[in-house]
């Protein structure tokens, strides 16, 4: 292939001007990305008074910024961004085009998919240049994007690709890329978008609208206990308190314990919840699947407490206790105090 | 007036409970090896049509993509107060990723014709990637309400319903007709005793011509007759082929998927130089204090 390539874009999250970290970490991973295809790192800021976020993004990366101001784009609504996305798409052709896996992301990602009729892949966990031979159909595509994600409730790892017309979309979860700290040194060039929107896109109206900030920063914890279904319930849950309490650490838990409702999704850690790297991580009752693994294997130690002695947690733990995390947390937190 | 609600949903495996042979070669999934249910948040997408229903009186239908056996999940549905059902089925359909499925369900919304509101869950268990409610949305023309926990209000021109965000909720308003994702914020009703002795009996074309085969019962006039009967009583599930919607075969199944399984790998745990640790006060008192020794703890 001899024609010229697509940029790397990243569409850029704000809210009331402060840009996601999953944004800016996906610009870092998009000057990787780039820098092995030889094309540039591209954003996509949409919003309303958005000026103070532009030079932020030339220091992570971003030689471009695309930047749509409109009140009708703020707040957020589906409709107008992927309208904008797709003319700055259709326009520019980037190669490749990533979402923070945010609500956001999630929800304008495949509308904008559908209607560029692309290819997107959600969650991903890794995210490589290689090229693709497929065998079946007889087509050699160089130099794609390998979109690599656990699949099928976790018992394989599926590395997909997009085939089909530029871009290639995928979504990536908050902590998974890592953030690279800013060159202040850095420039870019803005270029100012101005939205063509009718009256048909902004038929959504938002009436209400109450957030607030994420109570738990479990991305920049250095300590964090985590429990899992095997803590066994709601009340049984307070060991796990107690225990990041004693120690000044987070808590955390699997995606079994969020479903069962015993604590909050913002807790979670793992494909569908956030990725965590934290120097310590203790593993209460959580046997170790593969997309809770993807959220905390990097963790500098990990001490996993199971009954099961065969359960995958144990291969990734540096410390492994088999027992009841009933008798073992609490003397955990008798042997920290006694000696803290 | 009353309101006509279209509700997609899945049948998915049971992520749980995999066995050894749930991939074939060419990347896709084995569904025979799996145990099959009802995708979770379609039953909350179902639980709020039929919320809708009792409060301001509408028709609900229950569509689904899938093959022969996923008529099984529209049964499911009509048991808890679905009005009709749908089986999308054809092997033109197989292999789909998201783009292709939601251009299959777009053609068969098409053809059932004209509705005020779609609702699917927001995402199924076997992918987890929300994707098919936007992009069925998209395919359709119509306004997007995602994250939907609870419907506040449907009016004859439009509706307002309260959503979730991140960290928070928002209320929105969208004019008629509009596509929601549900997500798992409502208790959705078991089935009906009275409906389950009614609707078990309900059949799709393919499977009462299978029953028929199976009983080396060749009758094709006798099979004619059963068929009328039961839709006389509202029992027939309508199955439609890709033709039946208008589907482009170009567009559907794998042909029509963008996306492409370049490997799959079976998940092989990396080996960590792991200690094990004595579940005693003795083994424990130890690790705390090598813990704390190198400066992880303290």
């Known amino acids: 292939m001899t024609d010229k390539k697509g940029n790397v874009w990243v569409f850029i999250e704000q809210e009331e001007g402060k840009i996601a970290d999953v944004s800016l970490e996906l610009v870092c991973k998009a000057r990787e990305l780039a820098g092995k295809l030889g094309t540039k790192v591209e954003g996509v800021l949409l919003g309303d008074k958005l000026t103070s976020c532009v030079d932020p993004l030339y220091h992570y990366g971003c030689e471009t910024v695309y930047m749509a101001e409109d009140p009708r784009l703020e707040p957020f609504t589906v409709q107008p961004y992927a309208k904008v996305i797709i003319d700055l798409i259709k326009q520019h052709k980037p190669n490749i085009l990533m979402f923070g896996a945010t609500h956001k992301g999630r929800e304008l990602g495949p509308r904008v998919a559908s209607e560029k009729l692309a290819g997107l892949t959600a969650d991903c966990t890794e995210l490589e240049i290689d090229d693709f031979d497929d065998k079946v159909n007889k087509n050699f595509y160089k130099d794609k994007l390998m979109q690599i994600r656990p699949a099928f409730g976790g018992n394989i790892i599926a590395t997909i690709v997009n085939t089909w017309d530029d871009p290639q979309m995928v979504t990536v979860r908050e902590g998974v890329m890592k953030m690279d700290a800013p060159d202040t040194g850095r420039k870019g060039k803005l270029v100012k978008v101005v939205p063509e929107l009718s009256d048909a896109d902004t038929v959504v109206k938002v009436i209400e609208r109450v957030r607030e900030e994420k109570s738990v920063n479990l991305k920049g914890a250095q300590i964090i206990v985590a429990g899992g279904y095997g803590v066994g319930s709601k009340d049984n849950f307070k060991l796990i308190e107690q225990l990041a309490e004693a120690l000044g650490g987070e808590i955390a838990a699997s995606r079994a314990a969020v479903d069962a409702g015993w604590i909050d999704h913002d807790h979670q850690v793992g494909q569908t919840g956030v990725t965590v790297r934290p120097k310590l991580y203790i593993a209460c009752g959580i046997s170790g699947s593969i997309q809770h693994r993807a959220g905390m294997d990097e963790s500098m130690k990990i001490i996993a407490i199971n009954t099961d002695p065969d359960a995958p947690i144990f291969s990734v733990a540096h410390y492994g206790i088999v027992g009841d995390l009933n008798s073992i947390v609490p003397q955990m937190i008798k042997a920290f105090k006694a000696k803290a | ?298």
């Open chain 2, 1 to 298: 007036m009353s309101y006509k609600i279209l509700v997609f949903v899945k049948q998915v495996p049971d992520t749980q409970n995999i066995s050894g042979d749930a991939m074939k070669p060419d990347g896709t999934v084995n569904r025979a090896a799996l145990p099959a249910i009802f995708n979770p948040e379609d039953l909350n997408a179902l639980e709020l049509a039929l919320q809708l229903k009792d409060k301001y009186g509408a028709k609900v239908v229950a569509g689904t993509m899938g093959p022969p056996n996923a008529a099984e999940v529209l049964r499911e549905a009509m048991y808890r107060g679905a009005d009709e059902a749908v089986l999308l089925s054809d092997r033109a359909f197989a292999g789909a990723d998201t783009l292709a499925t939601s251009y299959a369900l777009s053609c068969c919304a098409n053809k059932i014709g004209k509705y005020d509101l779609i609702l699917c869950g927001r995402q199924a268990i076997d992918g987890d990637t929300a994707q098919v409610g936007p992009q069925l949305a998209e395919k359709l023309a119509l306004p997007q309400i995602s994250y939907v926990e609870e419907i506040l209000e449907l009016s004859k021109n439009k509706v307002k319903a309260r959503r979730e965000i991140e960290g928070g909720y928002e209320v929105v308003e969208a004019p008629l007709p509009a596509l929601m994702t549900v997500i798992d914020a409502n208790e959705p009703r078991p089935a009906a005793a009275r409906r389950l002795m009614k609707y078990k009996k309900a059949r799709t074309p393919f499977e009462l011509s299978r029953d028929h085969a199976n009983a080396n019962y060749t009758d094709a006039e006798a099979l004619a007759v059963e068929q009328e009967n039961l839709k006389s009583r509202g029992l027939l599930i309508t199955e439609y082929s890709a033709s039946e919607v208008g589907a482009d075969i170009q567009r559907t199944g794998l042909n029509g998927s963008p996306t492409k399984v370049k490997k799959i790998q079976n998940v092989v745990l990396k080996a960590t130089d792991s200690k094990m640790i004595e579940a005693n006060e003795a083994g424990i008192t130890e690790l705390i204090h090598e813990l704390i020794a190198d400066h992880t703890l303290g």
